[in-house]
């Protein structure tokens, strides 16, 4: 059964401070690595992507991946209190299919 | 990102009627679109994979009747809730994949069913 872990929090940080959210990942043929954000009543929202080994940054948000260790972690830099939602780790399983895990919601707190 | 619709935004129903939602690639061309089933506080349940002019692939569990897939085109993708009950009310969600080596999808917006 190829799994995706992520604490379900709540991840509770004050605003402009630095979230950290972490995911790892049975399946080590996986080649892709996604983090989707979902605020509540809604559907989710792709905000980053990535598929090699290392950081990845766009704006306030840096993904890292190490595939060796098989985790997958999410950085927020500056965090707003619209940032304040769930962020759902997603792994593509090579079957084409995402495989998401339960994701973590996150607090900024003003 | 690509950009992806779904009609309607919410329906609500009475039980024992059938309903049909629409997703849609607006700026992109899928031949693979996925269709999800959230309740709250839970995360998304992949209900089926639909390919453009095949039939359409189900989880475990699904019943294939009950969801009836269509994916007519590049570009549509429908699902239609059969004989709809109380439990099928849910927050119905497709998703679209982009093409290429990288498999990224987008979402739509969501439907959310209300059965009576």
């Known amino acids: 059964q190829k799994e995706v872990e992520q604490n379900s929090g709540p991840l509770s940080v004050p605003e402009g401070a630095i979230a950290s959210l972490n995911c790892t990942y049975s399946?080590?043929?996986?080649?892709?690595f996604f983090w989707y954000r979902q605020y509540s009543g809604k559907s989710p929202e792709l905000i980053m992507s990535?598929?090699?080994?290392g950081d990845k940054e766009d704006g306030r948000f840096t993904a890292q991946l190490n595939k060796a260790s098989q985790y997958v972690s999410l950085l927020i830099r500056d965090s707003q209190p619209s940032d304040s939602a769930t962020y759902l780790c997603?792994?593509?399983?090579?079957?084409?299919?995402?495989?998401f895990g339960q994701g973590t919601t996150l607090q900024v707190k003003p | 990102g690509a950009v992806v619709s779904q009609h309607p935004s919410w329906v609500i129903c009475k039980s024992g009627t059938s309903v049909k939602i629409e997703c849609r690639s607006l700026?992109?061309?899928?031949?693979?679109m996925f269709w999800y089933r959230q309740f709250p506080k839970q995360s998304l349940m992949l209900m089926a994979t639909?390919?453009?002019?095949?039939?359409?692939?189900?989880e475990q569990g699904v019943e294939k009747d009950k969801f009836l897939i269509n994916h007519a085109s590049l570009t549509l993708s429908t699902l239609t809730v059969t004989s709809a009950h109380p439990e099928d009310s849910s927050f119905y969600i497709c998703?679209?994949?982009?093409?290429?080596?990288?498999?990224?999808?987008?979402f739509g917006p969501g439907t959310r069913l209300t059965v009576l």
């Open positions: 998703s679209a994949k982009v093409g290429g080596f990288y498999n990224e999808q987008f």
């Open positions: 399946d080590r043929g996986s080649q892709s």
């Open positions: 990535i598929y090699s080994n």
């Open positions: 997603a792994v593509d399983g090579n079957t084409g299919k995402l495989i």
């Open positions: 700026d992109f061309q899928a031949t693979t």
């Open positions: 639909s390919n453009e002019g095949s039939k359409a692939t189900y």
